[in-house]
């Protein structure tokens, strides 16, 4: 995988081990279908996905309503005073986002849809080959995220799930609590775990 833009300077929440397994899962996936992500902030993780798809002529579907999660809003652990417009008071990842796809080359790959992941799901239809689950961590949103986007996913395509804690203490349940429903739904074989990014192969 070459990088086309120094990845350390693109903000995010990604390690670039993850980043890889990202990469090598949507190389595989991609074949099946489209990649859609949910969760995208300035498009760390979309830029892997997209490199991969992009080699396929695949498309990633890149899904945020770009106000950020509870954790970036003012005043929360990670908040970012970049990220903030103050115009409109409202925290605002897209103008950063769209600029790190076009650097990397990726506007004839990443389609970018600025709005909340039940909106969006509403009228889906097209199956996808991965869906890469990364959106609010609340149990609330993680829920809908999982329930809304599993019935998309192509028989052998790959559901990615970021921020798994088994541990309490070192991080939100909400993931870890989607990643261990999609296992208890016998609609999966795991596959192996990169730190903390749960992949899983849909029967
Ligand atoms: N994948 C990113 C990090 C995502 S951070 C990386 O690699 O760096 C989580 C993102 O989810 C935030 O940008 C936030 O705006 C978005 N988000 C939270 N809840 C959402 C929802 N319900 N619909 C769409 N996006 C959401
Ligand atoms: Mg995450």
């Known amino acids: 995988m070459k990088m086309p833009l120094d990845i350390e300077q693109v903000k995010g929440f990604l390690a670039e081990e993850e ?32 490199l991969a798809c992009q080699q396929l002529g695949a498309t990633v579907y890149a899904v945020d309503h770009h106000a950020g999660s509870e954790e970036h809003q003012p005043g929360e652990m990670f908040h970012d005073p970049e990220l903030f417009d103050s115009s409109a008071e409202q925290m605002d990842s897209f103008r950063e986002f769209r600029r790190n796809i076009r650097l990397a080359g990726l506007e004839d790959t990443v389609v970018p849809l600025v709005a909340p992941s039940w909106l969006v799901a509403r009228d889906w239809q ?24 599993l019935g998309h996913l192509r028989p052998g395509g790959i559901l990615a799930v970021h921020d798994l804690f088994p541990n309490p203490l070192e991080g939100g349940q909400a993931p870890y609590t989607v990643y ?14 990169v730190e903390t990014l749960g992949l899983l192969k849909r029967l």
Request: aromatic share 10%.
């Open 180 to 193: 261990k429903l999609a296992l208890a739904s016998g609609l999966f074989d795991p596959l192996p775990q």
């Open 19 to 50: 980043g890889a397994a990202l990469y090598r899962a949507a190389s595989e996936a991609a074949k099946l279908g489209p990649v859609l992500e949910i969760g995208s902030y300035c498009g760390k993780s979309t830029l892997y996905l997209g």
């Open 126 to 149: 097209t199956p996808l080959g991965m869906v890469f689950i990364d959106g609010g961590h609340s149990l609330d949103a993680a829920l809908t995220d999982y329930r809304a986007w």
